[in-house]
T-cell receptor
């Protein structure tokens, strides 16, 4: 199993550009989520999904869109990139039991100039 | 409101010392799990341990031990006889759809 994969690993954008961060998992997990990690802020939840066709907002959803058309994929779209979105982005997945831990992708380091 | 708090920002110890990390989870839920994750300097996030809200017994796994006190919502995690490879950021996280705690940076000096 590849686990959780994310592409790209690194990305530089100009302010106002849009892009999609890709996330895929091959563990048949229903639950997937996106976090951003900034220094001193821990991991803040952006959006999550409890299954195909179902998504919801986390703590910091503004400026990001998600969709979940399949169990495997959960892309994160930046609509109009801003310097404040410079961060490391992690995608995660897990089973949907209370005791289930999350499996994380390797992260995407995004810089917005 | 539900909230995870890791009051310790940084801890620095000498190898072989014990390290205890604190986490407080404020919630009205009566049944929940809390998790600890490790992020070494290489950047990946790795699951370490989990603990439920209805069991306050201490648990030990190798050099890791942890306990949970429901009265104070405190979930403490101890690394015994620390090693340089334990240097990392440690995150406390709830199962529910919340952000993680801010993390505690542990530095173990040789």
């Amino acid at each position: 199993n590849a686990g959780v994969t994310q592409t790209p690993k690194f990305q530089v954008l100009k302010t106002g550009q849009s892009m999609t961060l890709q996330c895929a998992q091959d563990m048949n997990h229903e639950y997937m989520s996106w976090y951003r990690q900034d220094p001193g802020m821990g991991l803040r939840l952006i959006h999550y999904s409890v299954g195909a066709g179902i998504t919801d907002q986390g703590e910091v959803p503004n400026g990001y869109n998600v969709s979940r058309s399949t169990t495997e994929d959960f892309p994160l779209r930046l609509l109009s990139a801003a310097p404040s979105q410079t961060s490391v982005y992690f995608c995660a997945s897990r089973e949907d039991g209370l005791a289930d831990e999350q499996f994380f992708g390797p992260g995407t380091r995004l810089t917005v100039l | 409101a539900q909230k995870v708090t890791q009051a310790q920002t940084e801890i620095s110890v000498v190898e072989k010392e014990d390290v205890t990390l604190d986490c407080v989870y404020e919630t009205r839920d009566t049944t929940y799990y809390l998790f600890w994750y490790k992020q070494p300097p290489s950047g990946e996030l790795v699951f370490l341990i989990r603990r439920n809200s209805f069991d306050e017994q201490n648990e030990i796994s190798g050099r890791y031990s942890w306990n949970f006190q429901k009265s104070t919502s405190s979930f403490n995690f101890t690394i015994t006889a620390s090693q340089v490879v334990d240097s990392a950021v440690y995150f406390c996280a709830p199962h529910s759809r919340l952000s993680f705690g801010a993390g505690t940076t542990v530095t173990v000096r040789a």
